[in-house]
């Protein structure tokens, strides 16, 4: 089963910052935050990735509350094509260790 | 970012036929590699993990035999759909690991399989 917990749709006005939540309360002390997202009849893309700090690259940033138990991706100016499956997932990063995908969060951007 | 590329991107095939999917890490090696299967509207699921050199290992309820996995090589795993049948018309992906600071799975375009 996922480990995570995330909201099953959201919406978000075209050029604002979207904000998307994950609940990972179960956390292991080793275990990041990955956040990839899949464009309708594509495959899953990297987005960012974290373990407590926070991050941004290129594309979002990703902050985890202290106690790690939750964190959020921000796509500061959203545009039509971040429409998209957003999924948030914890792993320890070992060479072997599966993604398990849960149901992620389908962003609408609205113009 | 890393690449990965699959082929063919879609294929469409008899009942009863075999359907050979590759998986290819375009600019790095990678000695596992994942296969993932999406019906619509559904989340991807994992079948198998695919080791350089060794057996892939496969997720609980995915047939072995009828999803054969071969990972020959740093940069190639191959996933063959034997006696394919309408029910195993999916969406099929893989996944290659490349380090990044910490390991990061890059993942292929995916592969749509149509069996008549």
């Known amino acids: 089963d996922a480990k995570t917990t995330q909201p099953p749709s959201m919406d978000c006005a075209e050029g604002r910052a979207a904000n998307l939540p994950c609940n990972h309360s179960t956390i292991s002390g080793n275990e990041y935050v990955y956040w990839y997202r899949q464009i309708h009849s594509q495959g899953p893309q990297y987005i960012i990735h974290g373990l407590k700090n926070n991050e941004t690259n290129e594309m979002a940033s990703l902050i985890i509350t202290e106690d790690r138990k939750s964190s959020t991706l921000i796509l500061p100016h959203a545009t039509l094509r971040d429409t998209a499956v957003y999924y948030c997932i914890v792993s320890n990063s070992n060479r072997d260790d599966k993604i398990i995908f849960g149901k992620g969060t389908r962003l609408h951007i609205l113009p | 970012g890393a690449v990965v590329s699959q082929h063919p991107s879609w294929v469409i095939c008899k009942s009863g036929t075999s359907v050979k999917i590759e998986c290819r890490s375009l600019?790095?090696?990678?000695?596992?590699m994942f296969w993932y299967r999406q019906f619509p509207k559904q989340s991807l699921m994992l079948m198998a993990t695919s080791n350089e050199g060794s057996k892939a290992t496969y997720e609980q309820g995915v047939e072995k035999d009828k999803f054969l996995i071969n990972h020959a090589s740093l940069t190639l795993s191959t996933l063959t759909v034997t006696s394919a049948h309408p029910e195993d018309s999916s969406f099929y992906i893989c996944s290659a690991i490349r380090p990044l600071g910490r390991e990061t799975q890059y993942f292929g375009p995916g592969t749509r399989l149509l069996v008549l």
């Open positions: 600019d790095f090696q990678a000695t596992t």
